[in-house]
């Protein structure tokens, strides 16, 4: 079985399927929710400064053809500063 590659929608790098969060804007409901359900998908790498650039230029919104809400974005640095520390942006 071949490995499954995506693409970051930030930096645009390519990897294996399990190096990425996968954001799902579910069909037919359009609700935007993390890892899991059918519909559009986008993958962005678990690294501060993409998750900067995505929200920052709306990058999310764009692939996913649809509104993503701010609550998705605080989940998303939530579940970056748990897992990475060493990743944080310094403010």
């Given at each position: 079985m071949k490995p499954n590659y995506r693409r970051?929608?930030?930096?645009r790098q390519v990897n294996l399927k399990q190096e990425f969060w996968r954001i799902v804007r579910?069909?037919?409901?359009?609700?935007v929710q993390l890892d899991q359900g059918m519909g559009r998908?986008?993958?962005?790498c678990p690294q501060?400064?993409?998750l900067q650039a995505a929200q920052k230029k709306n990058r999310?919104?764009?692939s996913l053809h649809g509104t993503v809400p701010e609550t998705l974005y605080q989940t998303l640095w939530?579940?970056?500063n748990h897992s990475n520390p060493q990743d944080r942006i310094q403010s």
């Open positions: 970051c929608i930030s930096c579910v069909f037919p409901s359009g609700k998908s986008a993958y962005i501060a400064s993409c999310l919104g764009r939530q579940r970056l």
